[in-house]
């Protein structure tokens, strides 16, 4: 998704650190400090929603599922996770691709609706290139329109196709002498009478900064300030 790059640090107003003199205690009482701090930290990153607290679904339990249905059982299981820090784009899926600035713990930095959609095509099993030449995926949302367009996978949302799980439904697509998309996000069904896909975003701000999130009858996407169009859907290869 594309908007502008925020970073804080701290709530408002903790640029001030107050410092008190601190007693000694016995060793006993600071080893249950430390104990109650230490799981209330991991109680903190559980709710988060960190990379450790969202695994992919393992082969077992997607078996016996079909290629689209991986997608879309794949997408869901990431849904809550968010960014780490929070208020940055530091997030497992740019990192799994090696994209982006680096963080910490193996995380790296980009914005990352187009980078979590390719994370879950290739962990269904869908076969494509990650790079940057002509018919690659990569973190640019528009790249899953000119993969779709270069092996006849491109479904205009105007052409009355009703979208599978595990396509993937291209927003606000500008074809000028630059193409680009505003985002895309994972179908996981097109129920009728709706004017849009149900689907999981990566990179949503619904919720919170930069999480994964649903999207219900989802025609149009808000970024930043605009309001941008379903525009189609690229296939995943039969």
């Given at each position: 998704m594309?908007?502008?790059?925020?970073?804080?640090?701290?709530?408002?107003g903790s640029g001030v650190r107050i410092y008190r003199r601190r007693?000694?205690?016995?060793?006993?009482?600071?080893?249950?400090?430390?104990?109650?701090?230490?799981?209330?930290?991991?109680?903190?990153?559980?709710?988060?929603?960190?990379?450790?607290?969202?695994?992919?679904?393992?082969?077992?339990?997607?078996?016996g599922l079909s290629v689209p249905e991986r997608i879309a059982a794949i997408?869901?299981?990431?849904?809550?996770?968010t960014t780490d820090p929070s208020s940055t784009y530091c997030n497992k899926f740019s990192g799994f691709w090696g994209a982006g600035d680096s963080c910490s713990h193996g995380d790296t930095a980009e914005e990352w609706c187009a980078d979590f959609a390719a994370w879950a095509w290739r962990e269904a099993g869908v076969q494509f290139t990650y790079g940057y030449d002509p018919g690659d995926l990569n973190g640019g949302a528009?790249?899953?329109?000119?993969?779709a367009v270069a092996n006849g996978r491109?479904?205009?949302?105007?052409?009355?196709?009703e979208a599978a799980p595990?396509?993937?439904?291209?927003?606000?697509?500008?074809?000028?002498a630059v193409p680009h998309a505003a985002h895309v996000a994972i179908v996981v069904r097109d129920l009728p009478g709706e004017?849009?896909?149900?689907?999981?975003?990566?990179?949503?701000?619904?919720?919170?900064?930069?999480?994964?999130?649903?999207?219900?009858?989802?025609?149009?996407?808000?970024?930043?300030d605009k309001r941008y169009l379903l525009a189609g859907y690229a296939r995943p290869p039969a």
């Open positions: 594309s908007r502008p790059l925020v970073e804080t640090h701290g709530r408002a007693r000694r205690r016995p060793l006993r009482r600071l080893v249950l400090i430390g104990a109650v701090i230490a799981g209330s930290v991991a109680a903190y990153h559980g709710m988060v929603g960190t990379s450790h607290s969202f695994p992919a679904p393992n082969q077992a339990s997607l078996a997408a869901k299981s990431q849904v809550g996770y528009v790249s899953f329109y000119e993969w491109w479904q205009p949302a105007t052409s009355g196709y595990g396509d993937i439904a291209v927003y606000g697509l500008s074809l000028g004017r849009g896909p149900d689907v999981v975003n990566g990179d949503g701000n619904q919720t919170a900064f930069s999480a994964v999130e649903t999207g219900g009858d989802q025609r149009y996407i808000t970024v930043g």
